[in-house]
């Protein structure tokens, strides 16, 4: 079974900030590993997601997000934040065989301050 | 390409009373999945089916959730009777087949208040 670890509960930031969410996961076998972002009243979006490859994994909206398996790690990353970046940001990880189903962390609301 | 759409959106019922939430997935997905969100907490899996067939329901509770997709598109997940801890916002999400690797395509979500 894997789970999935977000480290800070909420993280506010000032608009043009670079921002870090954490995202440590647990797992006995390989796996895929995902960041969805979650606007009020709306469903989840995918933001980007690792499958294999290259570690540093690139998304949408300038969110970047960097796998470290020594570290079971897969933080996300942005330069510079906006406004429109306030929201509730998720980390999940399935494993890689079969119908595996994602198991979501806790969340991490991103609060930016003008 | 319309996305996932479920109804009612918002919902409040009083417990022991019953309730039922509607889920169109998106043309041509195969795999449809039904998630609880309780406040504070990310969404968890209740129940995944492949075309009309349950793939995973180990964590849904039987003895008063139940779901079903007839003829393997859209789909309704009941509660009764529902208790107060059911309070929570139940996502709909459904993907072109059920690998692993398959992007989940999420609905808005029905808010669902217990009283």
């Known amino acids: 079974a894997q789970s999935v670890t977000q480290l800070d509960s909420q993280v506010p930031v000032f608009e043009e900030a670079p921002v870090e969410l954490r995202c440590n996961y647990s797992s006995s076998v390989s796996v895929y590993l995902f960041w969805y972002v979650q606007y009020p009243n709306q469903g989840l979006q995918l933001l980007l997601k690792y499958l294999s490859g290259s570690t540093l994994v690139k998304g949408i909206n300038g969110f970047e997000a960097e796998f470290n398996k020594s570290q079971t790690s897969f933080h996300l990353r942005k330069p510079s934040v906006h406004i429109s970046d306030t929201a509730e940001y998720f980390c999940a990880v399935s494993g890689v065989q079969g119908a595996q189903k994602l198991v979501f962390g806790q969340g991490t609301r991103l609060t930016i301050n003008p | 390409e319309a996305g996932v759409a479920q109804s009612p959106r918002y919902k409040i019922i009083e417990k022991r009373q019953s309730v039922a939430f509607w889920c169109n997935p998106i043309s041509g997905h195969a795999t449809l999945y039904w998630y609880q969100q309780i406040l504070g907490q990310g969404p968890k899996l209740l129940i995944q089916f492949q075309n009309n067939g349950v793939v995973d329901d180990s964590q849904l509770p039987k003895d008063r959730f139940s779901a079903e997709r007839l003829k393997g598109v859209d789909s309704t997940l009941k509660i009764q009777p529902a208790k107060l801890e059911d309070s929570a916002v139940y996502l709909c999400?459904?993907?072109?087949?059920?690998?692993?690797?398959?992007?989940?395509?999420f609905g808005p979500g029905t808010r669902l208040l217990v009283l």
């Open positions: 999400a459904s993907s072109f087949s059920q690998g692993a690797r398959e992007t989940q395509y």
